[in-house]
């Protein structure tokens, strides 16, 4: 049972990143910037990685609930790590666009728009992920209709 409870954390912490003393949910999206950059060069990748960390958020984060002792506890951050995923999905990598999508979505994550903000008060995984993927929505699509409304040309 130890080792569930380990691997629970693991996760939801993604590698530990929720336990950094500030601000863990920024440091999460920043994790998420971090796997964008990796994986921008292979769209099969990036998207099979992105379905599997929201499978693995979705599996581990209403275990976590249940071990922190607390809803949606400030070092759960693998909801974060996967909406800055999503935000950057199926965009060009453009550092301003990077940039954009980080501040969008923190911005985003933190006043909760509708319905994320009804989402987040759910119980378990469902309201721990789904915030965030919302937001994560919101993002790319904010970004998408920038990019196809602006003279923006991505480098």
Not at 27 to 33: K, P
Not at 111 to 138: F, H, N, Q, R, W
Request: proline share 4%; glycine share 8%; net charge positive.
């Amino acid at each position: 049972m130890r080792i569930r409870e380990n691997l629970v954390r693991f996760i939801s912490t993604f590698c530990y990143v929720g336990y950094l003393p500030l601000v863990p949910g920024t440091f999460g999206s920043i994790a998420g910037l971090g796997l964008f950059y990796i994986l921008r060069n292979s769209p099969l990748l990036y998207i099979s990685s992105v379905i599997f960390i929201i499978a693995l958020g979705f599996a581990a984060c209403g275990e976590a609930e249940r071990i922190f002792r607390e809803k949606d506890a400030r070092c759960i951050v693998i909801d974060e790590v996967s909406g800055m995923l999503v935000s950057l999905a199926f965009l060009p990598y453009d550092i301003r666009l990077v940039i954009a999508a980080f501040v969008i979505f923190r911005i985003l994550d933190i006043t909760k728009p509708y319905p994320a903000g009804a989402i987040e008060k759910l119980k378990g995984s469902i309201g721990i992920m789904g915030d965030d993927l919302t937001v994560g929505v919101y993002t790319n699509i904010i970004l998408q209709l920038f990019l196809r409304l602006t003279v923006f040309k991505a480098s």
